[in-house]
């Protein structure tokens, strides 16, 4: 049996520890799981609650530690299957604090961006390349590989009180839709969840006992929608919305309650807008790239 290999970051609690566990206790197929986290102690708390799992202690925030941990990664299983970008914080600053008007405002404070959008995006990147050394190596028969990021509900719907968080994740929520082709293209699967409000370590039990109880997600929604999504195949929303296999990617994903909804982008204001925004695809600005290096190469050539 082929051991498929997954890379979770924000792997040694909440969200990502949870699909970890899913994946891990699978009697269909076996998975070698790779948590990434900062928290050594959390990290290996959570390897040994897993078959099969190496822990890779990790500044997502820092580009040399992230691919030290993909270069590890590689190193000992040989495949990428699954990337799950999952790490990710709240502000905890008051954004809209007032400041002595006699001098500028300190910076704020944007590890919330930091770790939820850039540190995405740099998982992103790197994960393409693992998939393509993946697909290389073993062809695309014998690997499926998937990214899943992890974006928010505060990504489809403006939060007042984090607007850092918020804004981040609505850009993984645009990140993923901005990817996706491109990466189908390379034989590649993406995905953007956005969960409704799951009890994590996100925030502490004082600050959860704002929200009213009855209308948390439990975290096993959140499991089950992405375990749908990595494992492929037709896949059905709670409003009755069918997925075929072949259009299974690109999807933003909202999970609320016991039910998860496909969410579409925006519609084009109109047909001019649309148009437009079809130049930017990566055929037609490609074909610009190679029509302006033939020009310049002709004109070098004298012809």
């Known amino acids: 049996m082929t051991i498929k290999v997954a890379f979770i970051t924000g792997g040694a609690s909440g969200m990502g520890l949870a699909v970890a566990q899913a994946l891990s206790s699978r009697s269909d197929e076996e998975w070698e799981l790779h948590i990434i986290d900062l928290n050594a102690e959390a990290g290996k ?19 040399s530690s992230l691919v030290s941990a993909f270069e590890e990664t590689w190193s000992k299983s040989g495949r ?7 790490a990710g914080i709240v502000e905890r600053d008051n954004f809209y604090e007032e400041h002595a008007l006699d001098a500028p405002p ?12 850039k540190a995405v ?20 028969s014998a690997i499926d590989p998937v990214l899943v990021m992890t974006a928010s509900c505060g990504g489809l719907y403006p939060s007042e009180f984090c ?43 004082e600050e959860w006992k704002s ?37 299974n990617w690109g999807l933003t994903v909202e999970v609320n309650g016991k039910k998860f909804y496909f969410r579409e982008g925006v519609e084009f204001c109109d047909e001019y807008m649309e148009k437009m925004m079809k130049h930017t695809s990566m055929a037609v600005q490609l074909e610009r790239i190679e029509k302006t290096k033939s ?6 050539d004298g012809t």
């Open 45 to 63: 708390k959570a390897i040994a609650s897993l078959k099969s799992a190496h822990f890779h202690q990790t500044n997502v925030t820092d580009y």
């Open 80 to 86: 990428v299957d699954f990337v799950f970008a999952n």
């Open 106 to 117: 300190p910076p704020p404070n944007q590890l919330s961006i930091d770790i939820n959008y």
């Open 121 to 140: 995006v740099n998982t992103s990147w790197l994960a393409l390349h693992y998939f393509r050394k993946s697909l290389a190596k073993h062809g695309k």
């Open 163 to 205: 607007p850092m968080y918020s804004g981040s994740k609505a850009a993984v929520v645009h990140f993923n839709r901005a990817i996706t082709v491109a990466y189908h293209h390379a034989g590649i699967r993406t995905f953007a969840t956005c969960p409704g409000t799951i009890r994590t370590g996100l925030l502490n039990q």
């Open 211 to 247: 929200f009213p109880e009855e209308y948390f997600t439990p975290v096993q929604t959140l499991v089950d929608a992405v375990v749908k999504l990595v494992d492929g195949g037709s896949i059905e929303d709670a409003k009755g919305k069918t997925v075929d296999g072949k259009d």
């Open 295 to 300: 020009q310049s190469q002709a004109g070098s």
